[in-house]
């Protein structure tokens, strides 16, 4: 049990997995979008940003921010997925964990009593929504801490509140790699993190290091690297991404897929709202929310099984460092993310409708 509050420097031990996705069918709905298909309308996503820079995956992105701060304590969710949390720890910051509410939002009077001047934050606007960032941005203003946005859930939010902000866009199109570090404020670190993010390897010299890998493997060599983390390895970043990435994200018809997400998200919750075995896990969409799945909180966790044996692609954040925040206990094994995404058509939102009223 790691204490809430407490620092952290040295590799974690996470709690297990609670089910195998080994041991359900191959899924019907799936919980990402499938073939990449170009649209038409090209769009500017971050024009008046002061610097986005392109990484593979958004913990890589969280990684060169943490190398950036250096040292530093990092206070982190109590309820996350390790992939968030490797990157600090392979970066040497210390991390440190706060409770949330069953919002989902920050403990700030937790956070008041506990954080001093030139920590960092983690925010996290779980699933797309705002989870009180603007409160929180408010407060680290006030303390005098830096704010990292994990807008892994919300490649699609309005504006930044904090000082850096972190995109995952395979979440939300098409593409098997691709997120984005996003710094909103000019002199903002913006030439420091330009120079870490140019010291990255690029595409080839990735690639190299694979080939190499599996040569290895095959001579019994092994490989280094991991440092015993489960979701990050230094030696696989990389900056950029490829130029199919680059072409999907210039031509995608980002008002579609804003727009048919908002859509499916709000059929699910007027379907789901009655639910004899849960209940959504917030009360509604606002409109500037473009959700990136359907949270649904089951009153029994054995449910889960339920819905996967019926096909759905349903997500849940199981590998958690335990704490003594009890909604991140709970929704460990309760909270489920339902497919949304542009791809779900009306067929396979019935699908999941069916699974779960009853």
Same mark, same amino acid.
């Given at each position: 049990?790691?204490?809430?509050?407490?620092?952290?420097?040295?590799?974690?031990?996470?709690?297990?997995?609670?089910?195998?996705?080994?041991?359900?069918?191959?899924?019907?709905?799936?919980?990402?979008?499938?073939?990449?298909?170009?649209?038409?309308?090209?769009?500017?996503?971050?024009? %008046?940003?002061?610097?986005?820079?392109? $990484?593979?995956?958004?913990?890589?992105?969280?990684?060169?921010?943490?190398?950036?701060?250096?040292?530093?304590?990092?206070?982190?969710? +109590?309820?996350?997925?390790?992939?968030?949390?490797?990157?600090?720890?392979?970066?040497?910051?210390?991390?440190?964990?706060?409770?949330?509410?069953?919002?989902?939002?920050? %403990?700030?009077?937790?956070?008041?009593?506990?954080?001093?001047?030139?920590?960092?934050?983690?925010?996290?606007?779980?699933?797309?929504? %705002?989870?009180?960032?603007?409160?929180?941005?408010?407060?680290?203003?006030?303390?005098?801490?830096?704010?990292?946005?994990?807008?892994?859930?919300?490649?699609?939010?309005?504006?930044?509140?904090?000082?850096?902000? !972190?995109?995952?866009?395979?979440?939300?199109?098409?593409?098997?790699?691709? +997120?984005?570090?996003?710094?909103?404020?000019?002199?903002?670190?913006?030439?420091?993190?330009?120079?870490?993010?140019? +010291?990255?390897?690029?595409?080839?010299?990735?690639?190299? =290091?694979?080939?190499?890998?599996? !040569?290895?493997?095959?001579?019994?060599?092994?490989?280094?690297?991991?440092?015993?983390?489960?979701?990050?390895?230094?030696?696989?970043?990389?900056?950029?991404?490829?130029?199919? $990435?680059?072409?999907?994200?210039? +031509?995608?018809?980002?008002?579609?897929?804003?727009?048919?997400?908002?859509?499916?998200?709000?059929?699910?919750?007027?379907?789901?709202?009655?639910?004899?075995?849960?209940?959504?896990?917030?009360?509604?969409?606002?409109?500037?929310?473009?959700?990136?799945?359907?949270?649904?909180?089951?009153?029994?966790?054995?449910?889960?099984?339920?819905? =996967?044996?019926?096909?759905?692609?349903?997500?849940?954040?199981?590998?958690?460092?335990?704490?003594?925040?009890?909604?991140?206990?709970?929704?460990?094994?309760?909270?489920?993310?339902?497919?949304?995404?542009?791809?779900?058509?009306?067929?396979?939102?019935?699908?999941?409708? %069916?699974?779960?009223?009853?």
């Amino acid at each position: 049990m790691f204490e809430l509050g407490v620092g952290y420097r040295s590799t974690l031990q996470f709690e297990p997995p609670l089910a195998d996705s080994r041991d359900f069918p191959v899924p019907v709905v799936r919980a990402t979008p499938g073939v990449p298909l170009l649209a038409s309308i090209a769009q500017a996503r971050w024009p %008046d940003m002061a610097s986005v820079l392109l $990484v593979d995956r958004a913990r890589t992105a969280l990684h060169l921010v943490g190398q950036h701060l250096g040292r530093v304590r990092v206070w982190l969710p +109590a309820y996350h997925c390790p992939a968030m949390i490797e990157p600090f720890l392979a970066a040497a910051c210390e991390v440190c964990f706060y409770p949330v509410s069953a919002g989902l939002e920050p %403990d700030i009077g937790f956070l008041q009593e506990r954080m001093q001047r030139g920590e960092a934050l983690v925010a996290v606007r779980y699933f797309g929504f %705002d989870c009180a960032i603007r409160e929180v941005a408010r407060f680290s203003r006030e303390r005098g801490v830096l704010l990292i946005e994990d807008l892994a859930h919300a490649a699609y939010a309005h504006e930044p509140c904090g000082d850096f902000a !972190v995109t995952s866009l395979v979440k939300f199109l098409p593409i098997d790699t691709g +997120a984005e570090l996003v710094i909103p404020v000019p002199g903002g670190g913006v030439d420091a993190l330009a120079a870490l993010h140019r +010291a990255l390897p690029g595409l080839t010299a990735v690639s190299v =290091r694979r080939q190499l890998d599996r !040569v290895g493997r095959r001579l019994g060599l092994g490989r280094s690297g991991a440092a015993g983390y489960r979701y990050f390895d230094r030696t696989r970043i990389q900056r950029g991404v490829p130029r199919d $990435v680059e072409r999907i994200l210039v +031509a995608s018809d980002h008002a579609a897929v804003r727009s048919r997400r908002q859509e499916n998200f709000r059929y699910l919750f007027r379907q789901l709202e009655d639910s004899a075995l849960g209940r959504p896990l917030f009360a509604g969409l606002p409109d500037d929310v473009v959700p990136y799945v359907f949270p649904f909180l089951l009153h029994d966790a054995a449910m889960f099984g339920h819905v =996967r044996r019926a096909g759905i692609q349903a997500l849940r954040w199981e590998e958690l460092a335990p704490t003594s925040c009890e909604v991140s206990a709970a929704y460990r094994g309760r909270l489920v993310q339902l497919p949304l995404h542009q791809c779900v058509d009306d067929e396979q939102l019935q699908r999941m409708v %069916d699974c779960l009223v009853c």
